[in-house]
């Protein structure tokens, strides 16, 4: 019998086998060069569900060396398990202690108290010049570091399901064109996430050119044979047994819709049936290929296609598949509609939001003062904007976020708010190093230039030392783009300005 062939029973027992990760869930959703570290922890810590990676390239992250370093990283700082969700200028991260940014409580009084955090970096070593380039494609905290970080973080159950050491369950994007590939990159991160997504909604030139991506809308079956190829590695019976609670891996995926429903509809069923009905979720982003993100979602059409899923094939799309809705929705009032069925209209049980939150991570959050109907209008005053990117940049620092991620980040963000696009955006694109970034999102110079550096780590590299793996691992510093060398003093004098220097 073939898996297509499976009769409803079987593929119901599949697709159920475990609770949803995302129903009902509001949820931070992929977005390249922005959804680091970082910037998960803080989306998690205001109020969202589920945070997503951005998209990995399979061919890239499945030649990664899994390697642990530890993070120093200021209790108030740490990701926040107990649920509790307080203002962005209220930073209380940790169960043990509120870094409130409205006060003046110097870095130097927060770094006093410093946590050791294991965090697990993926990382690709390329050869570059005469030199040996660090790469790191992807990191998370450690799932093992349980221990460590114990004392200050609410840990409200003794297995899987309380406890996320990003503060929510976390979902790695893939890019993937070919099963294996997929499945090899899936194998390596599998531990480390609670979930595997494949993008197949980019329309970018490099993702459609590599077969990734919105390619496979028109190439269900390799699609399916990818989630297939992904669900068989990371759920094989040897692997759920060593699991605690014997945790399956919830395998999904994210793609847009075609114009015609029809179309959309067969496509869905194509992949799912493809992929041995492994398929846990399908996040909708309801625009069309061809649509840019500035023109309204094609929300009731996106509605239908789900609608017509469940009646037409419900062995496919059986209750426990979940569908996300994505698209333009720009807080989290607007994502309860959906989450909390308040549109009893909509099939959809999720709603995930990528710009919003790329502009305003404080956008999970419940209690947030607004009813403007985008976010770059609700933070209307440079003041504003400064309580956001200030908690901003401090976990970037922390959590080592590549410079050009924090530069792309804010250039991004900071050219939709009307009230600072002539004024602070200019300066913004000229900036060289997180010290300049700190001070122009609000810090004063002094502490910009103490705590956050004037100067990128790149800038202080010689430019033709060569050094082996071993050293480059230990002379770590800001993660992804490094050339790793041989001259760490100036660096570490950088790492102690942000961490010793109470
Ligand atoms: C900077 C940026 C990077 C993105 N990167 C990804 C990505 O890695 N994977 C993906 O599936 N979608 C990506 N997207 C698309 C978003 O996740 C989302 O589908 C799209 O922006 C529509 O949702 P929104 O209206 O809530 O922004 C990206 C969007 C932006 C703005």
């Known amino acids: 019998m073939t898996l297509h062939n499976e009769p409803a029973s079987v593929v119901e027992a599949r697709v159920t086998s475990s609770s949803s990760l995302y129903r009902g869930q509001v949820i931070a959703g992929p977005m390249v060069r922005v959804s680091a570290l970082a910037f998960r922890v803080l989306c998690a810590n205001q109020g969202a569900g589920v945070v997503f990676t951005e998209e990995m390239v399979s061919a890239k992250l499945s030649k990664a060396t899994r390697e642990v370093v530890v993070y120093r990283i200021p209790f108030g700082l740490l990701p926040n398990n107990n649920k509790t969700r307080p203002p962005i200028d209220m930073i209380r991260l940790s169960n043990e202690g509120t870094f409130d940014l409205s006060s003046n409580e110097s870095m130097a009084q927060v770094n006093a108290r410093?946590?050791?955090?294991?965090?697990?970096?993926?990382?690709?070593?390329?050869?570059?010049?005469?030199?040996?380039k660090r790469q790191v494609v992807f990191s998370t905290i450690a799932r093992s570091d349980r221990n460590r970080l114990h004392q200050h973080v609410d840990l409200d159950d003794g297995g899987n399901t309380g406890y996320y050491p990003e503060g929510s369950p976390l979902v790695a994007q893939l890019g993937a064109a070919d099963?294996?590939?997929?499945?090899?990159?899936?194998?390596?991160?599998?531990?480390?996430?609670?979930?595997?997504?494949?993008?197949?909604?980019c329309p970018k030139k490099f993702?459609?050119?590599?077969?990734?991506?919105?390619?496979?809308?028109?190439?269900?079956e390799r699609a399916g044979a990818i989630l297939k190829a992904i669900n068989d590695a990371v759920n094989s019976p040897d692997r759920v047994a060593s699991r605690p609670h014997h945790r399956r891996i919830p395998i999904s995926f994210k793609t847009r819709v075609f114009s015609d429903v029809s179309a959309s509809v067969s496509q869905l069923r194509r992949v799912v049936e493809c992929s041995g009905f492994c398929v846990h979720a399908i996040t909708l982003h309801a625009r069309t290929r061809d649509q840019r993100s500035e023109t309204a979602p094609l929300q009731s059409h996106a509605e239908l296609v789900v609608t017509q899923c469940r009646r037409e094939h419900p062995t496919v799309f059986p209750e426990g598949l979940c569908f996300v809705y994505n698209g333009s929705v720009d807080h989290r009032e607007q994502a309860d509609l959906f989450v909390k069925r308040r549109l009893h209209t909509s099939p959809f049980e999720g709603a995930m939001l990528s710009r919003s939150a790329m502009w305003d991570p404080s956008v999970f959050t419940a209690h947030r003062h607004t009813t403007a109907p985008f976010v770059s209008?609700?933070?209307?005053?440079?003041?504003?904007?400064?309580?956001?990117?200030?908690?901003?940049?401090?976990?970037?620092?922390?959590?080592?976020?590549?410079?050009?991620?924090?530069?792309?980040?804010?250039?991004?963000s900071y050219q939709e708010f009307p009230c600072v696009k002539k004024t602070v955006h200019p300066k913004m694109q000229s900036a060289r190093s997180y010290g300049a970034f700190a001070e122009?999102?609000?810090?004063?110079?002094?502490t910009a230039q103490r705590d956050f550096g004037m100067i990128t780590f790149e800038e202080l590299l010689p430019k033709s030392a060569t050094v082996g793996k071993q050293d480059a691992v230990r002379q770590r510093e800001s993660g992804d783009e490094i050339l790793a060398s041989d001259a760490p003093v100036a660096k570490e004098a950088r790492v102690e300005g942000l961490t010793s220097s109470a």
């Open 114 to 132: 410093l946590v050791d955090v294991d965090v697990v970096e993926y990382v690709v070593y390329e050869a570059f010049k005469n030199m040996l």
């Open 179 to 201: 099963p294996a590939v997929a499945a090899a990159a899936a194998s390596v991160v599998c531990e480390d996430v609670d979930g595997i997504d494949v993008n197949m909604g």
């Open 207 to 220: 993702s459609i050119d590599n077969g990734m991506g919105a390619a496979l809308m028109s190439a269900p």
């Open 377 to 412: 209008e609700a933070l209307g005053s440079p003041a504003e904007i400064s309580r956001v990117y200030k908690a901003m940049m401090l976990l970037h620092r922390v959590y080592h976020t590549n410079f050009t991620y924090v530069k792309y980040h804010l250039t991004r």
């Open 440 to 446: 122009l999102v609000g810090f004063d110079r002094e």
